[in-house]
Each structure stands twice: as C-alpha cells, then as structure tokens.
C-alpha cells in the first residue's frame, strides 16, 4: 500500500540547472509533508516542510510546492550544486491537525544525481 | 548545531537475542521516534513516544519492541527476541512538537544471524 509513491527512482540534471523533484500521495488525511536528503550510512536530513493550509513554502534554493487537488507535490532546487546529489525522500503525515506525535510515511526516495 | 546521536552504530546479535538501540535526543524536543529501513526498502514508522508513553506505533511495532526513557536524556528501543527479519537501519528522530519536522540520527545498522 503506497500512500506516498515517487514514481522516479533517480535523476539526472546538470549543476547550475533546476532540479525538479515529485511527489503523490493518496491518503486524503496527509496534511504535513517533507522532504529528506539522505546521503549513504546517514540519517535522512530534514530540508523544508508544508502544511496543508500553504501552496508554496521556500527556503533558500528550496522551494516545496502543494497541489491538493492533485494530491502532488514538488521539490525544487535551484540552482543545482554537486554537493546535492543524494537520495531525496518525501515524507506526509496527518499529525497536522491533530497535534500529536503521528508518524512519517515515507516514499522510496529519488536519487538526485548533479552532474559538472 | 545540535543533532540526535545513535549508539552503536553497528550491533551484530544472534536470533533470539535481546537487544537495546540508543538514542540521544536534541535536549529541548518532547517528541521521540524510532523507525527503521531495511536494506533496499522505504524507512517505515515504528513508534512515537511523548510525555513518557507511546502516542502512536505501526503494525510492526509488535510486542516484541517496546520503547523507554529511562532517564532525561535517553531514548531506547528494546527488541526482546531478535528474528532475522529484524535486520535493519534503525532510526531514531525527535521533534519540537507533535506536527513539527523530525530530526533523525545517524542509524544503527542491526544485523541478526
């Protein structure tokens, strides 16, 4: 039961150009979503968040966009810099509303790979 | 910066063994997590823990696991009777507050022979 698929296992994009990453849910309850940068033997690294009540939230050269209707959403990087490439993972949960501790759903990661 | 820290970040035990994975949390979050990755799949949600109890654990969280804070700075994940399955990346994550982004640890790597 995927309830947060990225559907592109990896991606390849040239330094200095945007890098475009997506994300599809399909728990209508999600109402916080993440996105994680792992690099190998590491934890995933937190990188910027949005909750249900925004449609863009930017942080830097990171910018999480949410299409609710679509139930999609979108990581853009730009510009693209070697020290990116990793896995990127998009997160959801329903603890939004509620207030309590819910846990993440994760998906299976996009591998991000910069190119010179 | 302040960051959670994970010990050991490698722990070899045999089938039906007990073991117990440790967790500093970031000194000033309420909320505790453990997840876990195995190799090749996505990190799945364990259990979350505020004001000394569990708040919420997926179906994998069975009665095999149980969760602790013994003291004020210490996180633990217990797992009573180890099963080859149980071989993992295990993450622990803190949070400010319940809806607030997680910060997770390096992992501890658990294999079970």
């Known amino acids: 039961d995927q309830q947060v698929k990225q559907n592109s296992p990896s991606l390849s994009v040239q330094e200095g150009r945007i890098s475009i990453l997506n994300c599809d849910y399909t728990?209508?309850?999600?109402?916080?979503f993440l996105w994680y940068k792992k690099y190998p033997a590491e934890g995933p690294t937190f990188l910027i968040s949005?909750?249900?009540?925004?449609d863009k939230n930017e942080d830097g050269r990171f910018t999480v966009f949410l299409n609710k209707s679509a139930k999609h959403l979108s990581l853009h990087i730009v510009p693209s810099q070697p020290g990116d490439s990793a896995v990127y993972f998009c997160a959801a949960s329903s603890g939004y509303s509620g207030g309590g501790a819910d846990g993440l759903t994760f998906g299976k990661g996009t591998h991000l790979i910069i190119q010179p | 910066e302040p960051e959670v820290t994970q010990t050991p970040s490698h722990q070899v035990t045999q089938m039906g063994q007990e073991v117990i994975l440790r967790c500093v949390p970031i000194?000033?979050?309420?909320?505790f997590y453990w997840y876990r990755q195995i190799l090749g799949q996505k990190v799945e949600f364990l259990v979350s823990f505020y004001n000394n109890e569990i708040s919420e654990k997926s179906e994998i969280f069975d009665d095999q696991f149980s969760v602790e804070r013994p003291d004020g700075s210490n996180f633990t994940l217990k797992i009573r009777s180890t099963k080859l399955e149980d071989s993992a990346m295990y993450f622990c994550a803190s949070s400010r507050q319940g809806f607030d982004e997680q910060y997770f640890g390096p992992g501890t790597r658990l294999t079970v022979t």
């Open positions: 728990n209508s309850m999600f109402d916080y």
């Open positions: 949005i909750s249900s009540i925004k």
């Open positions: 000194s000033n979050h309420l909320y």
